[in-house]
C-alpha cells in the first residue's frame, strides 16, 4: 500500500487517504476501523474539502480534479488546461478565503499521456465559492 492525500474530517471523526497503486480510496474510524471509501478512484492522490464539506480529488489516472456530490456522485472540476490534458495533477489546497483551490502536477509524465511534463501551478475558482 503506498498512502497519499490523508485528510480528517473533524465533524465526524474519520480519515480519508489514497492508496494509488491500489487504486483504492480508504476511510478509516474509530468505530469501523479501516474500509474501502472508493474503488477504483482513479489512482487518486491529493484531497482536501471545500466550503460546502465536498471532497475535492485529484485523480492521477483519469488526469482530472474532482469533486464528491454529497449523494456520491463525481463532477469533473478541471481536466484541461488551454486545450491540452493535465498531466498527473497531484497535490491541492482550500483556500477558504477567496474560494479557490491551488493545485500542482509533479513533473513526472502521467498514465494519461499528452500532458505537460514540467511542474506546475494551477488556481481554479470553484462554481460558487467565489473567485480570487
Not at 474509530?30 to 474503488?39: D, K, V, Y
Not at 484531497?47 to 463532477?75: F, M, Q
Not at 477558504?96 to 481554479?124: M, V, Y
Request: hydrophobic share 35%; charged share 20%; aromatic share 8%.
Amino acid at each position: 500500500m503506498f498512502t497519499e492525500g490523508a485528510l480528517g474530517h473533524s465533524e465526524q471523526s474519520y480519515l480519508l487517504f489514497s492508496d494509488i497503486i491500489g487504486n483504492q480510496m480508504h476511510r478509516w474510524d474509530a468505530e469501523q476501523g479501516l474500509r474501502s471509501f472508493r474503488q477504483p478512484s482513479q489512482m487518486a492522490n491529493g484531497n482536501a474539502w471545500d466550503r460546502e464539506g465536498r471532497l475535492l480529488t485529484c485523480e492521477h489516472a483519469s488526469s482530472r480534479v474532482t469533486r464528491t456530490e454529497p449523494d456520491g456522485s463525481i463532477t469533473v472540476l478541471a481536466s484541461h488546461f488551454e486545450g491540452r490534458a493535465l498531466n498527473s495533477p497531484n497535490d491541492i489546497v482550500q483556500l477558504f478565503a477567496i474560494g479557490t483551490c491551488k493545485l500542482n502536477r509533479d513533473g513526472r509524465s502521467g498514465p494519461a499521456g499528452g500532458g505537460e511534463e514540467r511542474s506546475h501551478f494551477w488556481a481554479l475558482s470553484l462554481p460558487g465559492q467565489g473567485s480570487a
